[in-house]
């Protein structure tokens, strides 16, 4: 009797089917465990470079609205030297945003018209803080000329004679022409 061939017989040809189902099983796993190493890879590596630029984002944001916050408290100050301090602590603020908005790497490119708008923010706080402090000096100016109406007005109010009352009317006439000029100053008065 003849020796069957070494591949002739169902055990063998069964054997030989399952060492390559084996071994492709482990090549797929091999690349299928490289594929899944690369992508972590990637990921991490995307990770590192967008979530710091996402965090400063959020912290510029942040520093904005705190920003915007503080310049109502610039507008109502009532003496110089609130708005003094008032206008250093949104000066301080403002530098930190534009500081922290240069140190966005990819900032330019991924909002161009960000750095003009920020640019354009820096001038309106000085604005404010210039308007609200002739605002301030304006309002001590129309104090002064209420009050000198008013000693004019018990002046007035005492002479007895048109002669007494001639060089109060002409001073009376200057006051009311220098809040005129004002012109806020006119309305307050009547």
Known sequence: MARPALLSTVKARLLLAFF????????????????LSNTEQALQSLQQEVQPDISRSLELAERTANLAALAPYVAEASSPF?????????????REVLALARA??????????????LDRLEQALDELIT???????????LRQHLFALERLGE??????TAAARAPLERQLDRLVAALGADGEGLEVLQ
Do not use: M, S, Y
């Open 20 to 35: 390559t189902l084996a071994a492709a099983a482990l090549v797929l796993a091999a690349v299928g465990w490289r594929g």
């Open 82 to 94: 609130q708005l003094q301090g008032e206008a250093e602590a949104l000066r301080q603020k403002a």
């Open 104 to 117: 966005i790497p990819h900032l330019e490119a991924a909002a161009p018209r960000l750095q003009p708008l």
């Open 131 to 141: 308007l609200t402090r002739q605002d301030l000096f304006l309002r001590e100016d």
């Open 155 to 160: 002046r007035l109010a005492g002479a007895d």
